[in-house]
């Protein structure tokens, strides 16, 4: 059974810095699509940041580029967010996301497909204030 739990998030100004952290179980992590997406009150669920375990290969949303930085540790089964320069629009629930499908360059050309994803964490709320 596949599992993934977030963690990391909280409440932080402007400018600041939080990292998150996904725990995932009951499947092969290093050859996984792996990706945060968040959702804000009254928007869609949109990708922010995926990776293919696999190889490392990435996916920003432009809207984070130069600030968030995905990573990952597959000794720990383990997928990060790190967010610096932390804007109010950032505000959001973020969540961990994965799938098994989305294989090599699968996984970062259709990052924004989060009805491709077929396994979400719980989600954490990340709150900026300005």
């Known amino acids: 059974q596949v599992q993934l739990v977030e963690s990391g998030g909280g409440s932080v100004q402007a400018g600041g810095s939080l990292r998150l952290s996904c725990a995932a179980s009951?499947?092969?992590?290093?050859?996984?699509?792996m990706g945060w997406f968040r959702e804000a009150p009254g928007k869609e669920r949109e990708g922010v940041a995926v990776s293919y375990t696999g190889d490392g290969s990435t996916y920003y949303a432009d809207s984070v580029k130069g600030r968030f930085t995905i990573s990952q540790d597959n000794a720990k089964n383990t997928l990060y967010l790190q967010m610096n320069s932390l804007k109010p629009e950032d505000t959001a629930m973020y969540y961990c996301?994965?799938?098994?499908?989305?294989?090599?360059?699968?996984?970062?050309?259709?990052?924004?497909?989060?009805?491709?994803?077929?396994?979400w964490g719980q989600g954490t709320q990340v709150t900026v204030s300005s």
């Open positions: 009951g499947y092969t992590y290093s050859s996984a699509c």
């Open positions: 996301a994965a799938d098994l499908e989305l294989v090599g360059m699968a996984c970062t050309v259709l990052a924004g497909r989060t009805d491709l994803f077929a396994y």
